[in-house]
């Protein structure tokens, strides 16, 4: 007997698939959440110093690779943790420099922001049920811009670039948690290890961005 509902049935399978990438991913970034402030932690504990920016991004786009080459396989998840770690500690220098620097309350008050856009702009992509792709790519391009203002801001000391450079990272990085979260829920997004990635990426660089603006803003700067 041939099925009456046949787009009914295929909806019900994509809702089931969207849901089970949704909890995969959330229970991945929640674990990759611990592994990052646990490194931090030991980094902060241990007065690790300054870690040359080149180094980081060497060892993270190494990291990166390794987790779009094993992204379809159990071994992805090592390589989440691998990124997430290795963000987590060249983090933990930066919030002892903040809080040498009195911008402690800073740097509870950028944690607060975070968790607080993340959680609001996941709920508007998961009540957003029409396609962003083209939104997804306008990110992106913002994003490769943003970097190389990055790579500029390294050999420069200009303050208006840099605050530009954190205000335009926090605004992407708020829109592609939307955006993300979105694609897993319409089913654009079935792979939770490159999901994970893409939302703990975002976060970090929102949390290091508001800790930016915040901090200038606060003239402990």
Known sequence: MTN???YAHHSAIDTEQSQRVLRNTYGLLAMSLA???GAAWFAMAANVGFINPFIVLGVY??????NAKLEDSAWGVLTVFGITGWLGFTTGPIINAYTALGAGNAVTLAL????????AMSAIGMMVKRD?????????????VGFIGVIVSLFTTIPA???TI???FALLSSLLIMWQTNAIVTGGETN?????VTLFVSLYNLFLSLLHLLTVLSGDD
């Open 4 to 6: 009456p509902m046949p």
């Open 35 to 37: 592994v990052s402030a």
């Open 61 to 66: 786009f190494a990291l990166l690779f390794a």
């Open 112 to 119: 607060g922001m975070t968790a607080t856009i993340f959680v």
């Open 132 to 144: 962003l792709s083209g939104l997804g790519r306008f990110i992106m391009a913002g994003l490769l």
């Open 161 to 163: 670039l840099q605050i």
């Open 166 to 168: 954190s205000a335009v």
């Open 192 to 196: 939770y290890i490159r999901a994970t």
